[in-house]
């Protein structure tokens, strides 16, 4: 049996088991072994079920670490993991909870494995990967200004409830996060279906991305070409939910901060040239 393949997921459980010992050692809070132990856990199964050709591996994990996020965190344990629950924390000068959560995934976890989180981990994208539309039916529309929208109303929106000083924010935040995700889901389907592609929430509307597309610009982790296989047939960029042209290497290439690493694009390559 070959032990080498198997490194990757060892790898990454290693990581997260690190993350989750000093965080517990060092905030005192043992919720964080358990939290990114679990999550570390996911991440590895993940792996280990692609290493083994699983055609679900990536939406297994996905599921797992989503559904554990949306319904333990969010709506049993009241934490707001949404961004206006990182500006929340972030006003109040704690790190915990939500400001964690965007530093290890969503601001410097990006500058090694890019936009994993959108692959593997985000909620959102859990219902709308389940939708008819996975990979784009229509060319890709010129809105992600719209991003920018969504990013500065969010910070709006938190920063004008600090300013009125209003009272409850705990409970606040928790009914922002339940009417923030139901906002989300019916945009996010309902963009789905009016341009037939899955991610058009992901390409136009997620405050996240203004995070996410320039830490993953720099990632360690990217999908390359081998130039000397390829053939030029077009096959990967064909089936890529996010757009990205990655038969060219360079970091400048078209919508290469969109990469998902969902690897649908190594899969579909009939030289194995990424
Ligand atoms: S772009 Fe936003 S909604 Fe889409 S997967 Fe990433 S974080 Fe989730
Ligand atoms: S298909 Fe390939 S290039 Fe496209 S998002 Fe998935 S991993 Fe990235
Ligand atoms: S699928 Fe493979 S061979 Fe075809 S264009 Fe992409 S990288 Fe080249």
């Given amino acids: 049996m070959k032990i080498k393949k198997y490194i990757p997921p060892l790898v990454m459980l290693i990581v997260f088991e690190a993350v989750a010992v000093t965080l517990w050692l060092t905030l005192g809070n ?9 999550i570390g856990i996911s991440v590895s199964l993940g792996l280990f079920l692609y290493i ?13 670490v989503g559904l554990y996020m949306l319904i333990y965190l969010g709506i049993i344990s009241n934490e707001n993991m949404q961004i206006e629950g990182f500006w929340y924390y972030l006003f109040t000068g704690v790190f915990e909870a939500a400001t964690i959560h965007y530093a290890v995934a969503k601001i410097f976890g990006p500058l090694i494995f890019g936009r994993g989180w959108c692959g ?9 990967d ?13 809105l992600g200004w719209i ?7 969010s910070f709006a929106f938190v920063a004008a409830l600090f300013l009125a000083n209003v009272g409850n924010m705990e409970r606040i ?17 309902i ?21 996410l597309k320039p830490m993953s610009y720099f990632s360690l982790l990217r999908i390359k070409c081998d130039k000397s296989k390829c053939v030029s047939c077009g096959k990967c960029k064909k089936v890529c939910p996010m757009n990205v042209d990655v038969t060219d290497n360079s970091r400048k290439r078209k919508n290469g901060t969109e990469c998902i690493l969902c690897f649908e694009c190594t899969k579909a390559c009939p030289k194995k040239a990424l």
Avoid: E
Wanted: overall charge positive; hydrophobic content about 50%.
């Fill in 30 to 38: 043992i919720f964080y072994l358990f939290n990114f132990s679990y």
């Fill in 52 to 64: 083994k050709k699983y055609k679900h591996a990536r939406r297994i994990t996905q599921l797992l």
């Fill in 120 to 128: 593997y981990a985000c909620w959102t994208a859990m219902v709308l």
């Fill in 130 to 142: 389940f939708l008819p539309y996975k990979t784009p039916q229509q060319p890709r529309k010129k």
């Fill in 147 to 153: 991003r920018y929208i969504t990013f500065a109303v």
């Fill in 173 to 189: 935040m928790f009914w922002a996060f339940i009417v923030g995700n139901v906002l989300y889901y019916a945009v996010g389907i």
């Fill in 191 to 211: 963009l789905a279906f009016a341009f037939k592609d899955n991610r058009a929430f992901c390409k136009y509307i997620c405050p996240i991305t203004v995070f």
